[in-house]
């Protein structure tokens, strides 16, 4: 049987403490109701650095104290990233009991969402042994962290489209100092991130097997 999923977009950046809120709010409120739908997320956030909760700050090629850029340590699993616009990010509020109680299985659903919109471009996205997320030419594309708790899950992805690579050059990204990030727009130019956000919308429901309901709250 298929599960209903709210699905929001925003066609604006959305400040990233204000996304961490209602994820934090939607998780609550399903770990106290599991009869509540799913909800998937899928927005840009203005420039931003995000740590992992147990993230080490020697990833970090600036000043924690004085670093120019909006930074954040949050709850979710990985090392640090880098979120700016033209970059699609998707947080699944999902009930993992009505899927699978696996988190291995679940990043891996992640991966195959971004993989299944990647392929429409053809492209050939790849995984990586022993590393989380989503390559294309040994470049990644994809990032991927996530939090769990009592099997609700929180925090997810995110897909550079068209996005200015500059802040990951601060960093090093997911602390992997042997590879480099990619986007979209470098293999295909005038990709459209709205499209982008529609396939990945799609992608979403087919690998998870969801049907989306429009959001009866104001995001605004």
């Known amino acids: 049987?298929?599960?209903?999923?709210?699905?929001?977009?925003?066609?604006?950046?959305?400040?990233?403490?204000?996304a961490w809120q209602w994820q934090r709010e939607l998780m609550l409120a399903r770990q106290q109701d599991s009869q509540l739908s799913d909800v998937l997320l899928l927005m840009e956030h203005p420039p931003v650095y995000t740590l992992g909760q147990g993230s080490s700050l020697e990833f970090l090629k600036f000043d924690l104290s004085n670093p120019e850029i909006e930074c954040?340590?949050?709850?979710r699993g990985g090392e640090v990233t880098y979120h700016a616009p033209g970059q699609i990010v998707g947080y699944p509020i999902l009930n993992l009991n009505a899927?699978?109680?696996?988190?291995?299985?679940y990043l891996r659903q992640l991966e195959q969402v971004i993989?299944?919109?990647?392929?429409?471009y053809s492209?050939?996205?790849?995984?990586?042994?022993?590393?989380t997320g989503v390559w294309v030419d040994g470049q990644k594309i994809a990032q991927i962290g996530i939090k769990v708790s009592r099997?609700?899950?929180?925090?997810?992805?995110?897909?550079?489209?068209?996005?200015d690579l500059a802040g990951f050059e601060r960093i090093v990204p997911c602390g992997i100092s042997d590879r480099t990030c990619c986007s979209l727009s470098q293999f295909i130019p005038n990709v459209e991130l709205a499209n982008v956000r529609n396939q990945v919308a799609e992608a979403f429901a087919e690998i998870f097997e969801i049907d989306f309901l429009d959001s009866p709250l104001d995001w605004s």
Not at 123 to 131: A, C, F, H, N, V
Not at 151 to 163: R, S
């Open 115 to 120: 993989i299944h919109v990647l392929e429409q």
């Open 151 to 163: 099997w609700i899950t929180m925090h997810g992805f995110a897909l550079n489209v068209n996005m």
């Open 72 to 75: 954040h340590r949050i709850e």
């Open 1 to 18: 049987m298929r599960r209903s999923c709210y699905l929001y977009q925003s066609d604006r950046p959305i400040p990233y403490l204000t």
């Open 99 to 105: 899927y699978k109680r696996d988190l291995h299985w």
């Open 123 to 131: 492209l050939s996205p790849s995984r990586i042994q022993g590393l």
